[in-house]
Structure formats: C-alpha cells, structure tokens
C-alpha cells in the first residue's frame, strides 16, 4: 500500500468516476446552503426540470443578510428581505431543512454545521462560501464552490473537479500564553502569502495544531482560504471525536462505534509524501494586526506598519502603497498608536463560544474606551449566544459597553445594516480586511478576538498579553 | 452555457495585483436574487466616486475619470488584461456574472484564484494565464498602442494581434472542451446516473451514516 495524504485518501473514498482527461467526478455527502449564492442554483432546477439527487444531504440556513437586532421586526432592508424569503421558499418547495431566522439554531452556516452534528469525519462537504473550508478542521474535505456548482450538487449529488496538489504545514512547539489559532493563521498567511495556498489543499499540522481546541483548528482550517487553498485539513483525533459525540446529527448506538474506528484512520500516513511542505515555529508567533486591505499584510502588535519603499518587487510595492492610502496610514507608525473606532467580536471565523469566552476574559471589570464609537459581539449562532448568555458572557461584554447582538455574519461582510461609515477604523475578529469588506471605505485591523477586546478598553491596538498580566 | 472559440476585443489593462471579488462586485449586490444584471455594478467602489446601491441608475452617478475602465480609449473593452491572483476571496459567482455583463469573455493574467477560474468556465468566460513577463509585455501594449484589441483562439490555444507575435497558453483539456462546446456540466453528469448510483451503494456499506440510517 503506498503511503497517502489525508487528502488522498478522502479523495480517493468519493471518486465515482474519472475521466481521460484528468477531470473527476467526486460525491458529495454534504452540502450546506445560504441565501445568498443559492437562489440562482434553485431558478436553473426549475428551469431545468431537475429535482435534487437527495435533499436530505442539504442544509439551509439563512446568515448573510440577517439582522442582528429586533429580529422580531423581520427584515427592514426589502432586497434582504426577498433573498432571505426567497430561501425559505426554495428549501419549502424543494424539501429541504431549513434552520430560519426565529430558529434558535440559526445561525452562521460554518458555525452550524459542526455544531449540529452535520460535519462528519470523512465527509465531502461543499458550501456556496469560501469559508466553506472550516470543515476540514474535522478531517472532512470541505471547500466553498460557486452557485454554478450548488446546482450542480442539488442536481447530481456529484462534482467535477481535478485533484488539488498537497501542502502541509507543519507548525512544530506550541504558541505562547495570550498568542491564539487567529494569531497563528494570520501569521502563516504573511508567511507564505495569500496566493502561496492556491491549487492545494493544506494540512495542518505538528504539535501547535495537535495541542488545539476543535474550535481553534476550524478558526485555522477557516482562513485557508485566505492563504489561497479552497480547503484546509487537520487529522482526526480523541478532540475530534469528542466534539462530535452527542450531536444531533452525529450518527448513534452502534453506528457511532463504527463511524469513529473508520474516522480514526482519517490522518496521513507517516510516510506520505506532499507537493509541498513548510515548516513553523509556534513560540515565534505573537499577537497579529493586519495594516492593509489583504490579509498578508500583517506584522506583530509590537511591530510597526512597514514602508513600501523597502519592498523591492514594484507590483507589491504598488499594492502596499495604495493599501497604506486606503488605510489611512503612515510607513513606520507603531501598531501599537493605531486607534480603531469601532470594534467586531464575529464571524465564522471567531464567533464560537470559545472566542467569545476570550474576549470575556479581557473585558470582565474593564470599559470600553470612550474613543470607541461602537463595540458589537456576535454570536456565531443562537446555540452559542444561549450558552454565552448561560455563562453570564453578555453580562460582562454589556457592563463593559459592547453590544451583545443575534446570531449571524454581520459586520463581517456588511450585507446587513451593521456596517462601517466611509474612513472609519475597525478592529475585526473576521477573516477578510479587502477594501470596503466591511462598509464603503471602511478600514479593517483583523486580530484574535482577544486582541479585539484588547483594543476596545484600551482604545488602541495593545498587546493583549499586557492585559493578562496585569 | 455560452461557447467560447474564437474570440477579439479591445484590451483594458488593469494594473493591479490580487484584485479580489468583494473589489469585482461589492457585497450590496449580492442581494439580488438573478443572474444579470450585476454589470453595470462592476467594480463599482473604483469606478464611480459616489456609494453605490442595488438599483441605482449608473447613468447618472459621478464616474471615477482615473479608474482605467473609465478612460475612453478603453470603452467597449472586451479582454481584461490584469495582475496575478484575480479573483481572490470570496466564490461569490456574481464576480464571473458581473464581468461577463459588462461585456468582458476573456481575462489575461499571471495567476487566478482557484474557485473564481472555476466559475469563469461555467459562464463562458476564458480565463488565460501567462507568464509574468508576458503579461508585462501586453500591459505596455495596451498602454503605448491606443485602442490595443487581441484575438484569442481557444482551439488553436493562441492570442495574436497587430502588434504582437504570437503567444501561445496552456489550458487544461477538460476546461477547453467545455468552452468550445459550451457544455451543459448537469446533462453531462446524469449521463453517468448508474456510477453514481453503484457508488452510493458501495459508499452505503461501508459508511451507512452518511445515508440516514436509523441507530
């Protein structure tokens, strides 16, 4: 038997047919959908005729355009409001599950689906968004797919895809006290850049991976995409099986013990050999800030922002160059004096109770700066704002003067109404600080949410690690 | 879908690394449940000075005079000429739609990002990746030479123009085949409906939770 990948072998478990010409069909077990890359995929079935191969590997759920406020008024914007409905409308006629917005279970897709049990080891699992690669954090091949696509699996159950190459990275020790998964990720994205992941798929790995949380390895798995590759992957272990024990989805009685022995082979062997392997040191990451509009463009708290004059490649020096100007940033300024105005607590990236309960921690006894226009916390689902709020979280974020909001992407993205006025700085726990991601003109700092608790008493980037010490 | 074979336009060339989707179509008009429509919102935050919203009339928003797609010379511009990495980010399908409403069919660069040149194949538009150096030749084409246009042959995997010698691209088969075709991907998968099938019934065997089953 030749030594496999991860990727090889979940590769290899859902190839149905492959082609002369490289190109293979892969089977798909689950599809995850939202209201915002589905309706076009919906309107081609029916103008095809076609019915879904199965509906009971979808599931719906409405998160990009949903308020974070008065739900119970429904949605003010009318445009969101038909997507959403649209949705709704689509599962309905098609029999698909749908969590809606007045489900407790609602909630951000990436965040739901693992915590209902409908991320499984060894699963192919596909989603109209890139952050679709979370899921590999459960050793499941996920990647984000576009609406083209999501027709194509309601339709066929199938996809057409070629084999991606493979790249580990190896992160050896483990981070240090205050220093988190976010930090990790962002720094590995600067390592090896926002295009340096494209046409792989990654593994993580090592003993900084191992030593993580599941809620830590999907924040990593996350923003894989963010280094290029449509997925991420980290092996499965007692963690994995842990967290997926006693979920509603998950499978039960003597399937469970069956599921689990199959999954614990879902790890590369030890001999496997990769396209391409980098290798990091944990203990050298700090706490991250990015300072340009991609998120490689990241240094240390401690560090300053860097001056495009001394990047000797002219298309980067460009492109720094018009992110400082968009960023409203000076080359030399300390991390440490930039001043954000608001701040985001959020995101399928750092929305867990996990996050939520770091960012507690910084915030508990303290107050928001009053420099601080608005800081907004946003549960990943309603499950994790009902544990949140069962552990007294948004008490202490609310004392402190965060807004404690309903489930939902929010001010990740802005497709709601919760969004950044033109030149306003924010610090963001989300996983993309692209030019007006976040509102029209809008100037985004990605950090761990601690980091983002951090600034928000402080009133400045602050070295988070400062605050545990004291 | 649209075919794609032979095909010559007017070459706009966009100077700028990693240009992302939330850059090609911004989140706001994502909103829309339909596939058209979407370009007169292309690039919008660079190309108009004002916010722009669903529905807007564009006609009489301010222009971005500085944005190159604005220039007059590059009007009608069919072929976008740009920098490694386009289309990184989000797999907002809406990027592809909002640049073939526009009018665009083909896009040239150093590199793409891997699900937004997925999607371009499922809306007939072309993709074509060159080397650095290449591409640098073209922008200074485009920039010197007013009114540039190339032509692409999908078939023979070449672009000749005026003033260029010819280049040759590397495509993958499957890819040129679907273009050329212009292929419908759903018919052509149901045609292997029984593989399918057969490994659903393996598939069930050995990992009957995937399927339902009852504890």
Known sequence: MPALTLYDKLWDSHLVHQKDDGMSLIYIDRHLLHEVTSPQAFEGLRLSGHQPWRTDTNLAVPDHNVPTTNRENGIADPISRLQVDTLEQNCRDFGITQFAMDDPRQGIVHIVGPEQGATLPGMTIVCGDSHTSTHGAFGALAFGIGTSEVEHVLATQCLLQKKMKTMLLRVNSRLGPGVTAKDMILYLIGQIGIAGGSGYAIEFAGEAIEVLSMESRMTICNMAIEAGARAGLIAVDEKTVDYISGRPLAPKGTLWDRAVASWRELRSDPDATFDTVHEFNAIAIEPQVTWGTSPEMVVSVEGRVPDPAHEPDAGRRAGMERALAYMGLEPGTAIADIKPERVFIGSCTNSRIEDLMAAAEIVRDRRVASSIKQALVVPGSGLVKREAEARGLDKVFKEAGFEWRESGCSMCLAMNADRLDPEERCASTSNRNFEGRQGHKGRTHLVSPAMAAAAAVAGHFIDVRRLLDS | ?215
């Open chain 2, 1 to 215: 879908m649209k075919k794609f074979k032979k095909f010559t336009g007017l070459v706009v060339p966009l100077d700028r690394v990693n240009v992302d989707t939330d850059a090609i179509i911004p989140k706001q008009f994502l909103k829309s449940i339909k596939r058209t429509g979407f370009g007169a919102y292309l690039f919008d935050e660079w190309r108009y000075l004002d916010h722009g919203e669903p529905g807007m009339d564009c006609t009489q928003r301010p222009i971005n005079p500085d944005f190159v797609l604005n220039r007059p010379e590059y009007r009608n511009a069919s072929i976008l000429l740009t920098r490694s990495n386009f289309g990184c980010g989000s797999s907002r399908e809406h990027a592809p739609w909002a640049l073939l409403d526009y009018g665009f069919r083909a896009i040239i660069a150093p590199s793409f990002a891997d699900i937004f040149y997925n999607n371009c194949f499922k809306n007939g538009i072309l993709p074509v990746i060159l080397d650095e150096a290449v591409v640098s030749g073209l922008f200074r084409k485009a920039r010197v030479v007013l009114g540039s246009k190339l032509t692409i042959d999908l078939k023979a995997q070449t672009i000749t123009g005026p003033h260029e010698n010819m280049i040759g691209f590397d495509i993958d088969p499957s890819h040129k085949q679907s273009l050329l075709q212009g292929l419908d991907d759903i018919a052509a998968t149901l045609m292997h409906s029984k593989q399918i099938r057969m490994y659903e019934e393996d598939r069930r065997k050995e990992a009957p939770w995937l399927f339902g089953e009852p504890a």
